[in-house]
């Protein structure tokens, strides 16, 4: 059974800041790694997935992908308060339709 | 596009009482998906369903939950004699059939259970 677990549960950075949300999965045969956002009292909403190892920019965000470690993280560069939110990274093993969340990091930009 | 709706935003039902959920994917999404979340436990899975068919229901307590898709254009989650422990928020998020694709998902329908 897929383990996801995400860390810190929670981080408070200033405004400008690089943020780094870290995320580890169990299943070396997972396929599919993405990154959810959820604004309070909000639905979950796609940021970025990635599928095989590396590296992925898209604008201020970046999601980097290392299988052999069974880690990936989201890196989000000049974090603005607007990106306060709660971040819920996701795995979804080979064979699978199961999409395994993380339990989240609770992200607060302070202005 | 409205996006995944779920009605009702919010249900209330007393302990042992009956509540259906409703949900209405994105047209032309032919995968819905049944989660809930909990300060405690997270976002969990509960059922997945590909053109109306149940795929894998691996995460719904056996007992009292029930999800059916009679059609295109909405699922519900069924729960019977609901339990305190079954408050949580039920999110419904769908996708087009692929493994690949982001989930979009509805807002919710926090239930309370008293």
């Known amino acids: 059974q897929q383990k996801v677990q995400q860390s810190p549960e929670s981080l408070i950075v200033p405004e400008g800041a690089m943020t780094s949300l870290n995320c580890t999965f169990s299943d070396s045969a997972s396929q599919y790694f993405a990154w959810y956002r959820q604004h309070s009292g909000k639905a979950p909403k796609a940021l970025m997935s990635?599928?095989?190892?590396g590296e992925k920019e898209e604008g201020r965000f970046t999601i980097h992908l290392n299988k052999a470690s069974l880690h990936f993280s989201l890196h989000i560069r000049d974090s603005q308060p607007s990106d306060s939110a709660l971040y819920l990274c996701a795995v979804r093993s080979s064979g699978s339709w199961q999409l395994i969340f993380g339990s989240g990091t609770q992200l607060t930009v302070m202005p | 596009n409205a996006g995944v709706i779920q009605t009702p935003r919010h249900k209330v039902t007393g302990k042992g009482q009956e509540a259906t959920l409703w949900c209405e994917p994105i047209s032309g999404h032919s995968a819905v998906f049944w989660y809930r979340q909990t300060i405690v436990q997270g976002l969990e899975f509960l059922t997945y369903f590909r053109n109306q068919a149940p795929i894998d229901d691996s995460g719904m307590p056996k007992e009292r939950f029930s999800a059916q898709m009679p059609n295109q254009s909405h699922s519900t989650l069924k729960i019977q004699s609901t339990q305190p422990q079954d408050s949580a928020v039920y999110l419904c998020?769908?996708?087009?059939?692929?493994?690949?694709?982001?989930?979009?998902f509805g807002h919710g329908t926090k239930l309370s259970v008293l």
């Open positions: 990635i599928f095989s190892n």
């Open positions: 998020a769908s996708s087009f059939a692929s493994s690949n694709e982001r989930l979009f």
